[in-house]
């Protein structure tokens, strides 16, 4: 008996995957929802911190200074956000900007003077980003388990190449970008690589078939390869993204503080993850928001900057930030409960 065959749809048409009950303009206004929420809770930040110290924070140097910090630790939630969003996890941020400074700001990488420790910097950070994606697409190790390794390897070849010293950068070219004489507008030429990155990663995630192919990784693996996705070399690229945002990353801040250390980079892997968490990107893989980790990112680094300000101690200001984190999954859970 010849069963009938049902006409194929046009891709316009608008019917959601299985198991999915919001159409995308109610998906659309969500995100609006989130966006402005934390639109807010960066807003009532900054009145705390007009009110609690309203002429050091709100001087121009310090919000320039707040900025600054966040261009740094925001490239690399920027990659972050698109591992999470593929149902992966990277813990091994922090430690590969370490390597990455250290490694290139040694006396014979300085040799090749500016081209050379940018070079470097982004090469490290590709390479750890090479090995961290083959070990999970190819060697179907647990990311987790896989990044971990990475994290302890890193830290211990960085110690290894300083000796537990700090190395100094002499290159006028890299020392000059973190002077006030190089600011374009009054804006720091960090800020405006940061600002580079964000527009081309959310182009990237939103606009393109390789953030649609990390979404439908990230949502369903098994679906995506019945697609015709190559999950594997899907995730490849991911880390490897991951690792290129954590070579410019280390490179931002040899710029901002002139050297290089084995301790650079230290818990960046939390606050990256914590920045794309309260932003919105779904830990479990399937959605991600670069506009919302950047604000993410700029939540944290206001909180920390009025805390210091305040003189208020560093372990009230992690306590706070646990407490946000915390929020940021009960609200995330009750979410998709009610999708």
Same mark, same amino acid.
């Not at 966040?70 to 149902?87: D, L, Q, R």
């Not at 994290?151 to 002077?179: H, M, N």
């Not at 650079?264 to 990107?281: K, P, Q, R, W």
């Given at each position: 008996?010849?069963?009938?065959?049902?006409?194929?749809?046009?891709?316009?048409?608008?019917?959601?995957?299985?198991?999915?009950?919001?159409?995308?303009?109610?998906?659309?206004?969500?995100?609006?929802?989130?966006?402005?929420?934390?639109?807010?809770?960066?807003?009532?930040?900054?009145?705390?911190?007009?009110?609690?110290?309203?002429?050091?924070?709100?001087?121009?140097?310090?919000?320039?200074?707040?900025?600054?910090?966040?261009?740094?630790?925001?490239?690399?939630?920027?990659?972050?956000?698109?591992?999470?969003?593929?149902?992966?996890?990277?813990?091994?941020?922090?430690?590969?900007?370490?390597?990455?400074?250290?490694?290139?700001?040694?006396?014979?990488?300085?040799?090749?003077?500016?081209?050379?420790?940018? @070079?470097?910097?982004?090469?490290?950070?590709?390479?750890?980003?090479?090995?961290?994606? @083959?070990?999970?697409?190819?060697?179907?190790?647990?990311?987790?388990?896989?990044?971990?390794?990475? @994290?302890?390897?890193?830290?211990?070849?960085?110690?290894?190449?300083?000796?537990?010293?700090?190395?100094?950068?002499?290159?006028?070219?890299?020392?000059? @970008?973190?002077?006030?004489?190089?600011?374009?507008?009054?804006?720091?030429?960090?800020?405006?690589?940061?600002?580079?990155?964000?527009?081309?990663?959310?182009?990237?995630?939103?606009?393109?078939?390789?953030?649609?192919?990390?979404?439908?990784?990230?949502?369903?693996?098994?679906?995506?390869?019945?697609?015709?996705?190559?999950?594997?070399?899907?995730?490849?690229?991911?880390?490897?993204?991951?690792?290129?945002?954590?070579?410019?990353?280390?490179?931002?801040?040899?710029?901002?503080?002139?050297?290089?250390?084995?301790?650079?980079?230290?818990?960046?892997?939390?606050?990256?993850?914590?920045?794309?968490?309260?932003?919105?990107?779904?830990?479990?893989?399937?959605?991600?928001?670069?506009?919302?980790?950047?604000?993410?990112?700029?939540?944290?680094?206001?909180?920390?900057?009025?805390?210091?300000?305040?003189?208020?101690?560093?372990?009230?200001?992690?306590?706070?930030?646990?407490?946000?984190?915390?929020?940021?999954?009960?609200?995330?859970?009750?979410?998709?409960?009610?999708?």
């Amino acid at each position: 008996m010849t069963q009938p065959v049902s006409p194929p749809r046009d891709s316009t048409d608008k019917v959601p995957p299985v198991g999915q009950h919001l159409t995308w303009r109610d998906m659309m206004a969500r995100a609006d929802v989130r966006t402005l929420s934390l639109l807010g809770v960066l807003a009532v930040l900054v009145v705390i911190g007009g009110i609690t110290k309203p002429d050091e924070f709100l001087d121009t140097r310090n919000l320039q200074l707040v900025l600054t910090q966040a261009s740094v630790i925001g490239v690399v939630t920027v990659g972050m956000t698109f591992v999470i969003t593929s149902g992966g996890i990277d813990l091994s941020v922090g430690a590969i900007v370490a390597l990455a400074s250290v490694w290139a700001t040694t006396v014979a990488t300085q040799e090749y003077g500016f081209g050379g420790i940018l @070079l470097t910097a982004v090469l490290v950070g590709l390479g750890c980003g090479l090995v961290n994606g @083959l070990l999970i697409a190819y060697g179907a190790m647990v990311p987790f388990i896989a990044t971990l390794a990475m @994290l302890a390897s890193a830290r211990g070849l960085a110690l290894q190449i300083t000796d537990g010293r700090t190395q100094i950068v002499t290159i006028d070219g890299v020392l000059e @970008l973190g002077e006030r004489d190089s600011y374009v507008l009054g804006v720091p030429p960090l800020v405006l690589v940061f600002a580079v990155v964000t527009v081309i990663g959310w182009l990237l995630l939103n606009r393109t078939t390789f953030g649609r192919r990390t979404v439908a990784v990230g949502g369903n693996p098994e679906a995506a390869r019945l697609a015709g996705i190559d999950v594997r070399r899907q995730r490849l690229y991911l880390y490897l993204l991951s690792g290129l945002c954590c070579g410019i990353a280390a490179f931002l801040l040899i710029v901002l503080s002139g050297s290089g250390q084995n301790t650079n980079g230290n818990l960046y892997e939390l606050d990256a993850i914590a920045a794309a968490i309260i932003g919105g990107t779904l830990l479990s893989g399937g959605r991600g928001t670069i506009t919302g980790s950047v604000l993410g990112v700029l939540i944290f680094t206001t909180i920390t900057n009025i805390f210091a300000l305040n003189n208020l101690q560093s372990d009230v200001q992690q306590i706070a930030k646990g407490a946000i984190i915390v929020a940021a999954v009960l609200v995330q859970r009750r979410t998709a409960s009610t999708t």
